[in-house]
T-cell receptor
Framework: GESVGLHLPTLSVQEGDNSIINCAYSNSASDYFIWYKQESGKGPQFIIDIRSNMDKRQGQRVTVLLNKTVKHLSLQIAATQPGDSAVYFCAENISGNQFYFGTGTSLTVIP | DTEVTQTPKHLVMGMTNKKSLKCEQHMGHRAMYWYKQKAKKPPELMFVYSYEKLSINESVPSRFSPECPNSSLLNLHLHALQPEDSALYLC????????????FGDGTRLSIL
């Protein structure tokens, strides 16, 4: 399943499928990006980050892709599990310690 | 359990009350943040402290007053709030230098009557 970020803030996928969550960022000067997962009643939890000198970074079951030309980030989750159900935010670091969050995508995993 | 602790978890206050939100971290981080999050919206940056000094104020109304008494503690003093200030207030901390993923607390759910 795939979301288109601002235009489709909800995504439903079957358990075991791969998920793709998209994010468009606003500032071409941003050079550091973070994906967060926020479960109901909790604060955002760090998933993975990427610097602008990279276009891909992999973690455990997650991959982040960065396309600076079109100012686009994506988060790929492999073999999505029910515990992955949450809201996912991308955040861009404009400068120093200044972070701005994208709209977010709500992921629901169907058992 | 998160490494950033926020108290209280819930707070209900009237528009004439004065209250404070507290945040504590023991990870040795020297940057601390306050965010405001409305339901189904992303967190919005309010304040950033770097080495216990206020470095960013995102044009936040003066009824919100931050304080960083030491490197482990961050407070947000509240006075004469409006109903639209009802939200989840999140504290975060990070290293000052990059890369700097932020660690968030679970927030204080604030309701203004």
């Amino acid at each position: 399943g795939e979301s288109v970020g601002l235009h489709l803030p909800t995504l439903s996928v079957q358990e075991g499928d791969n998920s793709i969550i998209n994010c468009a960022y606003s500032n071409s000067a941003s050079d550091y990006f973070i994906w967060y997962k926020q479960e109901s009643g909790k604060g955002p939890q760090f998933i993975i980050d990427i610097r602008s000198n990279m276009d891909k970074r992999q973690g455990q079951r997650v991959t982040v892709l960065l396309n600076k030309t079109v100012k686009h980030l994506s988060l790929q989750i492999a073999a999505t599990q029910p515990g992955d159900s949450a809201v996912y935010f991308c955040a861009e670091n404009i400068s120093g310690n200044q972070f701005y969050f994208g709209t977010g995508t709500s992921l629901t995993v169907i058992p | 359990d998160t490494e950033v602790t926020q108290t209280p978890k819930h707070l209900v206050m009237g528009m004439t009350n004065k209250k404070s939100l507290k945040c504590e971290q023991h990870m040795g981080h020297r940057a601390m943040y306050w965010y405001k999050q409305k339901a189904k919206k992303p967190p919005e940056l309010m304040f950033v402290y770097s080495y216990e000094k206020l470095s960013i104020n995102e044009s936040v109304p003066s009824r919100f007053s931050p304080e960083c008494p030491n490197s482990s503690l961050l407070n947000l003093h509240l006075h004469a709030l409006q109903p639209e200030d009802s939200a989840l207030y999140l504290c975060a901390s990070s290293q000052v230098s990059r890369p700097l993923p932020q660690h968030f607390g679970d927030g204080t759910r604030l309701s203004i009557l």
